[in-house]
Structure formats: C-alpha cells, structure tokens
C-alpha cells in the first residue's frame, strides 16, 4: 500500500463559481481511500482553470510540480468533453500533444487521472439524481450543492457496490476505469 497522498485537482471553470469542487471534493471523501490523507487542509486541493484550453496549457506544469513532490501527490484533470471530442481517449490526446510539448514525458503523462463529462459534470448529475441522462446535449445547469453532494455520495455508493445497473453514462465509465488505474497503482505502490 502506498503512504499517504494528496490529489490535486485542475478542473474548468473559476473559483467559486464551478460545481466540480463540491462535486469532487463529497466523492472522494465518500470513497475514502485508505491512501489519501485523512485531514481536511491538504487531502485535495483544487485549482480551477477557466475553459479547457487554458486547463491543457497549464496541466504540464501542474504535472512537474507534482512529480517534484514525489510519489505523495496525485495528479487529476477533470474536463468538460464537448461535442468536437467523440471521447474520452480523443480529449486525453490533445492533452498528451501539449504535454509532450513541455517536455512531458509518456510514463509521465500516464500518471495523470482524466476525469472527462461529457458536455458539463451535470449530465452525471442528472443521471445519479434521475436515473438517466442523454450525454448528446447538457444536462440542465445544477447551482444547488445538495443535489450536487447528493450525486456525488451517489456515485460513491455505486463504486463501492459495484453496481452496475442502470449502466453507467459512456463518459463516467470512461472516467471510472481512470479512477481504477489510480486506485490498483496506490494498492502496489
């Protein structure tokens, strides 16, 4: 089992104004991984990034700051996959062709956790909260945090279950399986 660790977390949007934070912040504590550190000023810290484009230029040096910190500190981007990326691995690509730019290296990059909804993050609102959702449009706006929270400890109940049905939106198990890799790499580290 890894030592304890801290995730930090790139997202879109701006500060105070993005859901992703309490939507990131309730999953996470609700998954409690055995490997985060358990006090609340350091096990996850966000850094919003305002659009896409501006969270891809800044994720390399937000990669090296964490490699620096070592093997205690874990990278994850969550990301809006708008309608001009067909899926997770095509928006994780344009990642990949900016890093390699910032001399990022593929072992590198790989460490990295990807968290891509498709549209907004209320898209996996809706559908924990209403038992589906069509990721071919945006899911309505969610400005209220409880039923942000609520999706959250949702979602968490879900994973720790193992359910499977209803079937997951295609982004979320897309996302999921990223979640994984991070969770199997923290188990044999």
Known sequence: ????????????????RSIDPVFINRLIRSLKPSWIRQSSSNMIRFFPKGGRKTLIAAMPAA??????????????????MDHDMADG??????????????GITKDQFDQVVFIFAKDRLENWIEYLNEGS???????????????????AEKLAKRCQQMQSDPPLPSSLQWSCRNWRKLVDRMRNT
Do not use: Y
Request: proline share 1%; glycine share 6%; aromatic share 4%.
């Open 133 to 151: 959702t069509d990721e071919s449009k945006e899911g309505p706006r969610v400005k209220d945090n409880r039923l942000v929270r609520d999706a």
């Open 89 to 102: 691995n095509e928006l994780r690509a344009e990642f990949w062709n900016h890093a390699q730019l910032d």
């Open 63 to 80: 990669l090296k700051e964490c490699l620096a910190q070592g093997a205690q500190v874990s990278l994850m981007v969550w990301a809006d």
């Open 1 to 16: 089992m890894a030592s304890r660790t801290e995730i930090i977390c790139l997202h879109e949007g701006e500060k105070g």
